[in-house]
């Protein structure tokens, strides 16, 4: 089943936001997540609040599209109403889910309503995520002509063996379709891959990687397997009929990803992104890493708008039903204090290259530093310069970098 949403404080139907939080949002960029929660089978690894054909229980996937317009004019009115400065979306991501199970004029659809909304900045980076085997050409040409810049596809493993044990259904030689009629639609390309799936070898990754690498994406995601409590993959390791991931061989796979991505010119950004350039970076997801605000859209998502935080009924009957009242969609909300929101900074700044100031540390964290280098954890050029930069032991250690800190 889909993941558990957090507890919290009671959210209200109008959905206002406290006004001193609201003022916090003046000199943050805002980004719109839309999630489509629909995908044509459950992998077996996957967490997500996603629902196939038979679990919508009534709910019509036809009818999803306009129920997220609802949300986003509501979202708006929100906005304007609790007292936040008007501003212009910087970054859209359709993301699932499958979002490119819908018809593209449904995502358009939706686009349309957000730039009717919001507007979008000059440089507007607007992404969606696409499985390899539902789109064409035709599709993706239609994304790019309504205003698309970015696609991400979920290419996992170019291992067909890797693929089966996570339940994933494309064929991996379609891979280079893709992504070339992405490139000739105009869009920028990039490929998300998982290490660490049970049976996988490192002769495998490498073949993962050598396949995304061959492909010339501008960017390149590469992502341990995490085992989540409620999979289905978790039932097969607890039962015996799967190995549990290796944590040592994570480990080397890592190791072999930044190799093998640096030798072939990509650049760590964070701690499980590369990119060919500053330009190809995921910019939607860096202001997630740096603490903008975003509105999410749909059933389960999140948002996060100056000192609040909330989350989204989880079924999309649930969530069309509130969508059809005139109320927030909203289950639970929180409001960051000053000591999560500082705990919450270091931990995703950390992770970012060339984000973190260390004179923005508390003095006893300042004086941590030091021994991080001398461990081999911090990159001690970088810190001359004033940034806490991961060398790669420190990567793979981020944790416990950022306990020293907090």
């Not at 490192?202 to 995490?226: C, E, F, M, Q």
């Not at 204090?337 to 006893?364: G, K, M, Q």
Request: charged share 25%; proline share 6%.
């Amino acid at each position: 089943m889909p993941s558990v949403l957090p507890l919290g404080d009671p959210a209200p139907s109008d959905g206002l936001l406290p006004i001193d939080g609201a003022l916090r949002s003046a000199e943050r960029d805002l980004s719109l997540y839309v999630h489509v929660p629909f995908c044509r089978v459950r992998c077996g690894y996957c967490d997500f609040n996603t629902y196939t054909a038979t679990e919508l229980r009534g709910v019509k996937q036809s009818d999803y599209a306009s129920q997220a317009v609802a949300e986003m004019r509501f979202a708006g009115g929100v906005l304007a109403a609790s007292g936040v400065a008007p501003r212009s979306l910087s970054t859209v991501f359709f993301g699932g889910g499958t979002p490119t199970l819908l018809p593209a004029a449904q995502l358009t659809a939706m686009l349309g309503a957000a730039r009717d909304e919001w507007g979008f900045a000059p440089d507007a980076e607007i992404t969606t995520e696409a499985n390899p085997d539902s789109v064409d050409a035709e599709y993706l040409q239609a994304l790019a002509d309504a205003g698309f810049t970015r696609v991400s596809f979920g290419m996992q493993s170019a291992v067909p063996s890797v693929l089966a044990t996570l339940e994933r259904t494309h064929d991996p030689a379609r891979i280079p379709d893709v992504v070339g009629w992405a490139k000739d639609a105009g869009l920028q390309v990039s490929l998300d891959l998982i290490y660490g799936t049970p049976g996988e070898t490192l002769d495998d990754w490498k073949r993962s990687l050598d396949t995304a690498v061959a492909n010339d994406p501008g960017h390149i995601s590469a992502y341990a397997l995490i085992v989540e409590d409620g999979t289905k993959l978790a039932r097969q390791i607890r039962s015996g009929a799967l190995a549990a991931p290796s944590d040592d061989l994570q480990a080397d796979m890592y190791e072999l990803a930044d190799q093998t991505l640096g030798a072939a010119g990509y650049e760590w950004y964070e701690v499980s992104n590369w990119s060919k350039d500053a330009a190809t970076r995921s910019r939607h997801n860096l202001g997630y890493w740096v603490g903008n605000d975003w509105w999410g859209i749909g059933p389960g998502s999140h948002s996060y708008v100056g000192d609040t935080r909330w989350w989204n009924v989880k079924h999309p009957a649930a969530y069309a039903q509130r969508i059809a009242a005139g109320e927030s969609p909203a289950a639970g909300r929180e409001t960051i204090d000053d000591p999560t929101r500082e705990l919450e900074r270091i931990l995703l700044e950390s992770r970012v290259r060339d984000r973190l100031r260390i004179r923005s540390l508390a003095p006893e964290a300042r004086r941590e530093v030091a021994g991080l280098i001398a461990e081999g954890l911090v990159d001690g050029p970088a810190a001359v310069r004033g940034t806490l930069d991961l060398t790669l032991r420190g990567r793979l250690m981020a944790d416990t970098v950022v306990r020293r800190l907090t």
